[in-house]
C-alpha cells in the first residue's frame, strides 16, 4: 500500500523533530519534577525535557503502529518477523552489546558508578545490560527498541483484534497493559495503547487530514498543556502522552512544508541512527564537561550539547556511509538493494511507496 508524498514528509519531519527532542531530553543532568528551581534556566530546561518532548516517544511509536499496520506486514507473520529482525534487532545489538564491556571496564578501571549491576558480577544486571529483560539496556534510549520488538511479536494479535473489534481491542489492550496485567513484557505500559492506535489509524483508514484546519488551536492546547505540567509539578504525564501525538500531527501540515521543514525532512535519513548512537557519545560530553568545562556556563552546554552530538553522528553516518556502505546499513538496519533512478524519482513524486527513511 503506498504513501502519499505529503503524509511521507509529515511522517519525517515528526521523526527528526522527535528523536533531537529525545537527545535533548537525555542531555544531563536530569533533574525531577519535584526538584526544578525556579529561575527562567530551570524552568525553560523543565518545559523542554519533563513536558514538550515527553512526546517523543508517543509520536514515534504512534507512526511506528500506523507504518506496519498500513503495510498489512501484520498478517504475513514470517515475513514481518524476518523483516523487523533485520531493521530492529540487529541495529538494537549492534548498538546496545558492545557498551556493555566498555561499561564495565568503566566501572572496574574508571571509578564510575553506573545504573547497571555490571561488577561485581550480576547475571540479572548482565542479562538485563545487554537485552533489557526486564530494565533498560546498557544503552538505555534502546528500551524503546526493546519495547517496539515486543509489540511487532503481539501484531497479528493486534492486527486480528483492529480488523474484528477495533474498540473493544483498544479497551482490552488498554485494560491488560494500563493496568500492568502484563509484568515485564513491556517497559512502557503506555506503547501498547499508542502504537494500537496508530494502527487502528492505517487499519480503519483514518482521514490524516481532518484536524489539519484545527491545527493552531491544537498546537496551542499542546503547548498550555506543557505549561500547565511545569505549573502544577505534575509527575504522572500519561493524560499529556496521550494527547501529544493527535495535537502535534495538525501542525506537521505547515511546518513540513516550510523552508526549515523541508530541510528537516531531508535530514531525517539520519534520525535512526542518531537515535541509535546518541547516549554515549552524549555521556561522554557531560564526562568531559564535568572534568574540564568549569568555565563554560551549564545553560551553554545544555543547549549546546544535543546540537554537538547531532553533528557528530551526522558526520560519522557520512563518513561510514561512503566508506564501508554494506557494513554500516547492516547495522542500522537500512536495506542494500540498489534501485534504477527512474523509480527513486517516481517515489520522489509520491506515487509509490513510502521513502526508506520511514522505514520502522
Not at 513491556?186 to 494502527?199: H, I, P, S, T
Not at 506515487?351 to 526508506?356: D, E, H, I, T, Y
Amino acid at each position: 500500500m503506498t504513501l502519499g508524498h505529503a503524509t511521507g514528509d509529515r511522517i519525517a519531519f515528526l521523526r527528526i523533530v522527535m528523536i533531537f527532542g529525545v537527545i535533548m531530553l537525555h542531555t544531563p543532568a536530569y533533574v525531577p519534577m519535584s526538584a526544578i528551581g525556579d529561575g527562567v534556566f530551570d524552568l525553560i530546561k523543565a518545559f523542554f525535557q519533563l513536558a514538550v518532548f515527553r512526546a517523543s516517544v508517543p509520536v514515534l511509536t504512534v507512526i511506528s503502529g500506523y507504518l506496519l499496520f498500513r503495510s498489512r506486514i501484520d498478517q504475513e507473520p514470517v515475513r514481518c518477523l524476518t523483516k523487523k529482525a533485520r531493521t530492529i534487532l540487529i541495529p538494537f545489538l549492534c548498538f546496545n552489546l558492545p557498551l556493555a564491556p566498555v561499561a564495565l571496564g568503566a566501572e572496574m578501571f574508571g571509578g564510575m558508578h553506573l545504573s547497571a549491576n555490571l561488577w561485581p558480577f550480576d547475571a540479572t544486571g548482565w542479562l538485563n545490560a545487554a537485552f533489557g529483560l526486564t530494565d533498560s539496556p546498557i544503552n538505555y534510549p534502546l528500551n524503546f527498541l526493546r519495547d517496539l520488538i515486543v509489540l511487532i511479536l503481539l501484531a497479528p494479535v493486534f492486527g486480528w483484534l483492529m480488523r474484528k473489534a477495533a474498540w473493544a481491542g483498544l479497551v482490552l489492550v488498554s485494560v491488560v497493559f494500563m493496568g500492568d496485567f502484563d509484568g515485564h513484557l513491556l517497559q512502557r505500559n503506555l506503547m501498547a495503547v499508542q502504537f494500537y492506535v496508530g494502527g487502528m489509524a492505517a487499519v480503519r483508514a483514518w482521514d490524516l487530514r481532518c484536524l489539519d484546519r484545527h491545527a493552531g488551536i491544537l498546537f496551542v492546547t499542546f503547548l498550555l498543556a506543557c505549561l500547565a505540567t511545569l505549573h502544577f509539578r505534575m509527575e504522572d504525564t500519561t493524560y499529556l502522552r496521550l494527547a501529544a501525538p493527535f495535537l502535534l500531527w495538525p501542525a506537521t501540515a505547515w511546518a513540513a512544508s516550510t523552508r526549515f521543514g523541508v530541510w528537516l525532512v531531508g535530514m531525517s535519513k539520519y534520525s535512526f541512527f542518531l537515535f541509535l548512537g546518541h547516549a554515549p557519545i552524549l555521556m561522554l560530553t557531560w564526562i568531559l564537561y564535568c572534568r574540564y568545562g568549569s568555565a563554560i556556563p551549564y545553560p551553554v552546554y545544555w543547549v549546546m550539547a544535543p546540537l554537538i552530538v547531532s553533528a557528530i553522528l551526522v558526520a560519522v553516518y557520512q563518513l561510514a556511509i561512503g566508506t564501508m556502505p554494506r557494513i554500516f546499513k547492516a547495522m542500522i538496519g537500512a536495506s542494500n538493494s540498489a534501485r534504477p533512478a527512474a523509480v527513486r524519482a517516481e517515489q520522489r513524486r509520491g506515487s509509490l511507496a513510502q521513502p526508506a527513511a520511514l522505514k520502522v
